[in-house]
Each structure stands twice: as structure tokens, then as C-alpha cells.
């Protein structure tokens, strides 16, 4: 049965995420709904801001959750603060710089894809049925950046597809965002650091990310998205040029080109340990505060 309060795509998120309920953010219910939800789920908060946290909900018959009333000396609530951006120590890279480099930031976004269906620049181009370019809206907000491609991204061409690939619409979906549409503030584009399927999907080498890079880099120059979501510890470590585990990089904000950065969990990851999936909520809160957040200058920014 629907809970009446929470809107049906944030419900279709918890369930492919295989959390309760009580995941849903406290600025979405009204006092009143509130008080209404806590006593249905025992033994766990609302979450509030961008973290979830368990926490002992009375249970006796006669323990009911009243509606909180104002205190005599409530002030009104702050303002969201404004999102830094971190320094961090960062992997040095070759410049982007060449014959090469040159003719791709010359290309705008048809021209780049058809480059890259070309592209036989390192052994990956021979080794792949085809090259994956990417999907979504040319001007999106929101822009995910993935690690590679897979068995099924490279036998259909594009990203994210297969249980994972459902699993992240259901995520998109619960904060309003698909992966196709018209409207750039609630499409998605999706695009991964490497566009050729490794073997047996292995991590990338050296020469074949040097080949790749500049192509994420002149997408995300044409999309100019307000924010790059980088899903994957692979994908995680080359936006924000750190070498940290993604536990280290999580609920935090990094530059890449100018435009923030946030970090979480690939969805394949997710449905190999289910457990991490609260965090993974909490990651895609994180990142819509970001959004919505005013931003300082640029702290530092990825080679």
C-alpha cells in the first residue's frame, strides 16, 4: 500500500535500493505528516539533511508522536550553507595537449560522436563491438560520468544498461531526474571515462585513459553541466585526481573543470552489497544540496 505522504518515484528508489521507507528526506513532510510516518517505522529516523541515522522509535501502545509544537524562542531556520569545494592532493596527469587533443576540442557534440564510433586511437578500438559514446540531454544540469563499459553497454552502444542500468534510473528517478527528456534541468546526460569495453572488464590502462580523457573533456565542455556525478571508484579517482577509496571521497565536494564534483557507489557495486545502499541515498541528497547550493571559487581543478 502507498503511503499517502511520499511521492511514488521516491518510493520506487527506496524499494530498488532496498531500504525503508524511512528514507526519505525530513524536508519533504510537514509536521504533521511526519508525526503520522515515525510511528509506522520502528526502529529507525527520518533521515535529516543528507545523512540517515538509526535511532529507538517508542513502541508501547500508549507511546504516540505528537505533532511538534514552536518553542517560545524558535528562531527561524539558516540558510543552506554554501558547499566547499576541497583542496586534495592530486594524481599528476600528462597535459591534454597534441594533434589529437587539438582536433577533438575543435569538434561540437555530433561531430566528437562520430569520432569516437571511429576512434581506433589505442587496442581497445579493435577489441570492442562498439564504442559508447553516451546519452541524454546535450545541455543537462546533471551531468553522470560511469568507469566503462560493460558486456551489454558495448553490445548495445549504450551506458548503463542491464540491472545496473535500472537500478540507476530508479535513483535518477527518485530526485526527479531520467535519463531522456526535454527539459535539461531533469535529463541527465550519461557518458563514462573510457568508451571501449576492457577485457573481461578490467580497469583501464594508462594509454587508454590518455586517449579517452580528452573526449570526456570536451562532452563536458559542450554539456557544461552545473554538476558532474561520478559513479565508481575508477570514475571517482580520475574526476577528482585523488587516489582515495570512495568511503574517503563520499559527501564531499571536488572541481573538475570548474564545475563541482560528488562521488558515490557504481550501481553494479550496489547490488553486490545491498548494505551500501543507504549510502548511496545519502550520496544523491549530498549531491542535490550541492546543486542547489551557492558555491565558492575553485579551490583547485583536475588536469
Known amino acids: 500500500m502507498e503511503h499517502p505522504v511520499l511521492d ?5 528508489m527506496l524499494r530498488a535500493l532496498g531500504l525503508p521507507v524511512a528514507y526519505v528526506r525530513r524536508s519533504l513532510l510537514s ?6 510516518l515515525l510511528p509506522e517505522l520502528p526502529g529507525w529516523a ?14 508501547a501502545p500508549q507511546a504516540r508522536i505528537q505533532a511538534p509544537s514552536p518553542a517560545p524562542d524558535s528562531r527561524p531556520p539558516k540558510a543552506m550553507p554554501t558547499m566547499p569545494i576541497e583542496p586534495q592532493p592530486r594524481v599528476v596527469r600528462p597535459p591534454l595537449t597534441g594533434p589529437r587533443a587539438d582536433q577533438i576540442a575543435a569538434l561540437d557534440m555530433d561531430g566528437l560522436r562520430a569520432f569516437t564510433h571511429d576512434c581506433r586511437a589505442c587496442k581497445l578500438g579493435g577489441l570492442r563491438h562498439q564504442a559508447v559514446f ?3 540531454h546535450a545541455q543537462a544540469q546533471v551531468m553522470v560520468v560511469g568507469e566503462a563499459p560493460g558486456a551489454e553497454e558495448d553490445r548495445l552502444g549504450e551506458p548503463f544498461v542491464g540491472a545496473a542500468g535500472k537500478l540507476l534510473d530508479n535513483m535518477l528517478r527518485s530526485v526527479g531526474l531520467a535519463r531522456s527528456g526535454d527539459d535539461p534541468a531533469r535529463t541527465v546526460f550519461i ?7 576492457p577485457p573481461g572488464n578490467r580497469n583501464p590502462e594508462v594509454d587508454e585513459i590518455a586517449q579517452c580523457e580528452p573526449i570526456l573533456k570536451r562532452q563536458i565542455e559542450l554539456v557544461r553541466p552545473r554538476l558532474l556525478l561520478a559513479l565508481g571508484r575508477f570514475a571517482a579517482q580520475t574526476m577528482t585526481g585523488s587516489q582515495e577509496p570512495i568511503g574517503r571521497l563520499r559527501q564531499r565536494v571536488f572541481d573538475y573543470q570548474g564545475i563541482p564534483v560528488v562521488v558515490s557507489y557504481h550501481p553494479a557495486y550496489l547490488l553486490r552489497s545491498p548494505l551500501e ?4 541515498w545519502a550520496d544523491l541528497c549530498f549531491a542535490q544540496d550541492t546543486l542547489a547550493s551557492p558555491r565558492q571559487a575553485p579551490a583547485t581543478t583536475a588536469s
Do not use: D, F, M, Y
Not at 8 to 12: F, G, K, S, T, Y
Not at 31 to 36: I, K, N, T, V
Not at 277 to 280: C, N, Q
Open 8 to 12: 511514488p518515484n521516491r518510493l520506487a
Open 31 to 36: 509536521p504533521h505528516a511526519l508525526a503520522g
Open 46 to 59: 527520518v533521515e535529516a539533511g543528507a545523512q540517515a541515522a538509526r535511532a529507538p522509535v517508542p513502541t
Open 134 to 136: 553516451g546519452v541524454g
Open 191 to 197: 557518458a563514462n571515462v573510457i568508451k571501449c569495453r
Open 277 to 280: 545502499k543507504s549510502k548511496a
